[in-house]
């Protein structure tokens, strides 16, 4: 599709890379000046910033319907400014490298979610590390290496990196390992259960200059949330820490894994962050780990859809307050991201709705409600698996996304023996997992279904770790948790137990 002009955008592209020992990366000068800012740049990188890359940034805006000022906002105004920016020239690298693709393959990861240690203190029936048994994990030392390297993927560096685990809390060098991350890494966060956010260690995590909270909340009441932990009195700990996030100001969100035995308890543990001024996430069931054993408990097509829809709804809502204030006065104060989910079918189920009351736009999964996006929900893709984001396993093993199985298929190479550059480009696995055009569909009951078949699969494209958990490893099967996918659920769900 691309074909005709990926040759004349690299070529362009290839000559404002541009590593400049007087004023650094070109790519990310060039783009603040074109945001307006006062940036000084040397006699040859001027002469390219005015002949090539201005112009170019001009037409791309243009054609990507870009707001400059929501640019401007995200780039340089906004305190994660940094962030954008690496994961702009990422982008720019990446169509250096392999030209547009719909959806995108930046040139490295904008996220890595690092499950720092197999340790927990809680036993999830949901578990996707299996977590609480010994195995071999990265030394303190060879954490640090670690982010030395992740700081300098494709001579840009990662924008964000985000602990997990495990319960990351646990290991005694966290917060050093953190505080040296976030010298080198401009966004980090942790997910975490929740039970170990004291006081003591919530303004720890402020000084060390964590960005982002994410706490796992699975039911609204102690008996819910307990059962699925499986640890009596977890509740209330995590409660406590949630409260002492939200007083020590930190951006805080409630995650909550939906699944049959917690559903009805969602929309309450959506109030609760609400009330409290915290995000929400979804996470999707995923039979990976431990919850493969439990399968049962994921949810239907059409529980999951109704669950979508509330959230849907909130954030259609949110999203026109802000565009009528913005219209009325120039500019919103209301925040649109605070409802996320890790299911990509999100986006759909997001176009749907706006649809249905007039507007055309929509939310891109993980990246939900992030006004602007909208225009690129299909450059972004949806899962973001092995193109936006990867996931790190607690001994080093790259993994193209934590609710993958690991195995010897799925283990991409390790960050301290491997060259994640050589990983990026050349994985079979990873330009697998990068193209929606071999995404399977099947004839059931005289219908095409499948993600294969769908219009949505450039904005969606399924979550792939549960297609390689229902389909045995099969990484282009269907995601059979989403609506369009009914009848195949049906069938393979004959075999649960119940
Ligand atoms: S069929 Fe697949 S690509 Fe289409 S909306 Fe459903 S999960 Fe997404
Ligand atoms: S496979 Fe994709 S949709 Fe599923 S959890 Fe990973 S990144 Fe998200």
Same mark, same amino acid.
């Not at 006065?329 to 991201?337: A, L, Q």
């Not at 099969?474 to 989403?482: K, V």
């Given at each position: 599709m691309f074909s005709a002009i990926n040759p004349l955008l690299k070529t362009v592209i290839k000559k404002v890379d541009v590593e400049c020992?007087?004023?650094?990366s070109l790519l990310i000068k060039s783009l603040k000046r074109f945001l307006g800012e006062d940036v000084h740049l040397c006699g040859s990188c001027a002469i390219l910033d005015r002949r090539i890359a201005n112009p170019f940034y001009q037409i791309g805006a243009r054609i990507m319907r870009s707001e400059p000022r929501f640019m401007r906002d995200r780039?340089?105004?906004?305190?994660?400014g940094e962030a954008w920016l690496k994961g702009f020239a990422l982008m720019m690298k990446g169509i250096e490298k392999y030209g547009i693709r719909i959806p995108f393959t930046p040139a490295?990861?904008?996220e890595i979610v690092w499950n720092?240690?197999?340790?927990?203190n809680l036993r999830c029936k949901h578990c996707y590390e299996d977590a609480g048994f010994h195995r071999p994990e990265l030394t303190t030392d060879q954490a640090f290496t670690t982010i030395d390297k992740l700081s300098k993927i494709a001579n840009i560096g990662l924008p964000a990196l985000s602990f997990s685990g495990?319960?990351? /809390?646990?290991?005694?060098d966290f917060f050093e390992v953190a505080a040296y991350a976030k010298k080198k890494i401009p966004y980090i966060s942790i997910a975490t259960n929740?039970? /170990? /956010?004291t006081k003591d260690n919530v303004k720890k995590l402020k000084e060390v200059g964590v960005d982002y909270v994410e706490i796992s909340l699975d039911g609204a009441s102690k008996e819910v949330h307990d059962s699925f932990r499986?640890?009596?009195?977890?509740f209330e700990k995590t409660m406590e820490g949630i409260r002492n996030c939200v007083d020590e100001n930190l951006d805080t969100c409630i995650a909550a894994t939906a699944h049959k035995e917690n559903l009805d308890e969602i929309p309450k543990i959506i109030e609760l962050a609400q009330d409290l001024g915290a995000r929400f996430m979804h996470f999707n069931y995923v039979?990976?780990?431990?919850?493969k054993k439990h399968v049962e408990l994921d949810l239907s097509p059409k529980e999951r859809l109704s669950l979508l829809e509330i959230m849907g709804r909130k954030i259609v809502s949110l999203y026109l307050r802000a565009k009528e204030e913005e219209q009325r006065?120039?500019?919103?104060?209301?925040?649109?991201?605070r409802f996320f989910s890790t299911c990509p079918q999100f986006a759909s189920v997001v176009k749907r709705l706006a649809k249905e009351g007039g507007h055309d736009f929509t939310v891109s999964a993980?990246?939900?409600?992030?006004?602007?996006?909208e225009n690129v929900a299909n450059f972004l893709g949806?899962?973001?698996?092995g193109r936006l984001y990867v996931g790190l396993e607690p001994n080093g093993d790259v993994k193209p996304c934590v609710f993958f199985p690991t195995n010897e298929n799925t283990i991409l190479g390790n960050i301290l023996e491997d060259d994640f550059e050589h990983i990026w480009d050349n994985n079979a696995l990873l330009w697998k997992l990068r193209t929606r055009e071999k995404l399977e569909s099947y004839e059931i009951n005289g219908q095409t279904i499948g993600c294969g078949n769908c219009e949505d699969k450039y904005i969606c494209g399924g979550c792939r770790a549960r297609a390689y958990g229902y389909f045995n490893g099969? /990484?282009?099967?269907?995601?059979?948790?989403?609506i369009d996918n009914e009848e195949l659920w049906k069938k393979a769900t004959k075999s649960f137990p119940t």
């Open positions: 020992e007087q004023d650094g780039f340089l105004d906004q305190e994660y490295g990861p904008f720092f240690t197999y340790s927990c495990g319960e990351p /809390l646990i290991r005694k929740g039970t /170990l /956010l499986r640890v009596p009195g977890c039979p990976t780990g431990r919850a006065t120039g500019k919103t104060s209301i925040k649109t991201d993980h990246y939900a409600a992030k006004k602007g996006v949806g899962c973001g698996t099969n /990484l282009n099967a269907p995601d059979i948790g989403c």
